[in-house]
């Protein structure tokens, strides 16, 4: 299987060629790597489904099959944060960028070597390693809403202009919500009116590349150091 951009079929008039943006063909096994590196610094990993936060003296307790009592809890759940928040607050403004998308197998012969962003038709086609993943648009929508896959469908016919796909692979179809607040920005840092909560979500469409971020600047609050990067934008003071 050779990985070339002769890979694109020759309908595009003109296009940009992005050489110091990075892709990643597993975001999966990333994300196990980080918790992987977490557990080797002498982390613990604890999975549990918290259903609601409340507060103790000067303790925050979570609820959930079994009841932790924590000196300072964050809550970094993307968009299901507000869930968690308004059982002990009022919820940040939030709204939900749905978004799509399916795999694909590969053809016989030349893949992609990066992602493609085709514009006109608002599909994003990226070689993984599940084969291609062609991912949709932006829905505007409550993030429990019933799944609607109008955008995806109209991807899979323009697609089919630009690219060779293989067969769809069984039960790929996947919906996730992106969290974003009102001026796109991710609420990092302590809750101005709960003391010992908090906030590292909102990080619509970019949490992926910038959640590492977001756990430096949060550590660093905590410990009292200077933030490396300005923080007052990210506060979530702005919200109450
Ligand atoms: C279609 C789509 C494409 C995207 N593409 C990109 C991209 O190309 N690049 C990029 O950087 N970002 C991308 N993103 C955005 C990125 O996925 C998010 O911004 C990122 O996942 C946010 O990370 P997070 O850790 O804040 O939240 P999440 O990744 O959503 O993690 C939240 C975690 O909290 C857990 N949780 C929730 N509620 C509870 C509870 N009550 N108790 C216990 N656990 C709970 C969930 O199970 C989950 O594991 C995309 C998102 C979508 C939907």
Same mark, same amino acid.
């Given at each position: 299987?050779?990985?070339?951009?002769?890979?694109?079929?020759?309908?595009?008039?003109?296009?940009?060629?992005?050489?110091?943006? &990075?892709?990643?063909?597993?975001?999966?096994?990333?994300?196990?790597?980080?918790?992987?590196?977490?557990?080797?610094?002498?982390?613990?990993?604890?999975?549990?489904?918290?259903?609601?936060?409340?507060?103790?003296?000067? !303790? &925050?307790?979570?609820?959930?099959?079994?009841?932790?009592?924590?000196?300072?809890?964050?809550?970094?759940?993307?968009?299901?944060?507000?869930?968690?928040?308004?059982?002990?607050?009022?919820?940040?403004?939030?709204?939900?960028?749905?978004?799509? /998308?399916?795999?694909?197998?590969?053809?016989?012969?030349?893949?992609?070597?990066?992602?493609?962003?085709?514009?006109?038709?608002?599909? &994003?086609?990226?070689?993984?390693?599940?084969?291609?993943?062609?991912?949709?648009?932006?829905?505007?929508?409550?993030?429990?809403?019933?799944?609607?896959?109008?955008?995806?469908?109209?991807?899979?016919?323009?697609?089919?202009?630009?690219?060779?796909?293989?067969?769809?692979?069984?039960?790929?179809?996947? !919906?996730?919500?992106?969290?974003?607040?009102?001026?796109?920005?991710?609420?990092?840092?302590?809750?101005?009116?709960? !003391? /010992?909560?908090?906030?590292?979500?909102?990080?619509?469409?970019?949490?992926?590349?910038?959640?590492?971020?977001?756990?430096?600047?949060?550590?660093?609050?905590?410990?009292?150091?200077?933030?490396?990067?300005?923080?007052?934008?990210?506060?979530?003071?702005?919200?109450?």
């Amino acid at each position: 299987m050779s990985r070339k951009l002769g890979a694109i079929q020759p309908i595009y008039r003109s296009g940009i060629h992005i050489k110091d943006a &990075v892709s990643v063909d597993h975001p999966g096994e990333i994300t196990q790597s980080y918790i992987d590196l977490f557990v080797k610094l002498g982390g613990q990993v604890i999975r549990d489904d918290i259903k609601r936060l409340s507060k103790r003296n000067e !303790k &925050v307790i979570l609820h959930g099959r079994h009841q932790y009592i924590a000196d300072e809890v964050v809550i970094a759940a993307g968009p299901w944060s507000n869930d968690l928040l308004k059982t002990i607050s009022s919820p940040l403004p939030m709204c939900f960028e749905r978004g799509y /998308h399916k795999h694909f197998a590969y053809p016989q012969g030349e893949i992609l070597t990066r992602p493609i962003y085709d514009v006109d038709y608002a599909f &994003v086609l990226s070689p993984m390693t599940q084969g291609y993943r062609l991912t949709s648009g932006s829905e505007l929508n409550d993030k429990d809403a019933e799944i609607n896959t109008v955008q995806l469908e109209k991807a899979i016919k323009s697609v089919q202009n630009s690219a060779v796909l293989g067969e769809p692979t069984n039960n790929s179809l996947w !919906k996730g919500n992106r969290p974003t607040l009102p001026d796109s920005l991710p609420a990092i840092g302590p809750h101005p009116k709960c !003391k /010992h909560v908090w906030l590292a979500f909102g990080h619509q469409h970019v949490g992926f590349s910038t959640g590492p971020t977001t756990g430096r600047l949060i550590a660093e609050l905590m410990l009292d150091q200077v933030p490396f990067i300005a923080i007052t934008p990210f506060l979530p003071k702005r919200f109450f």
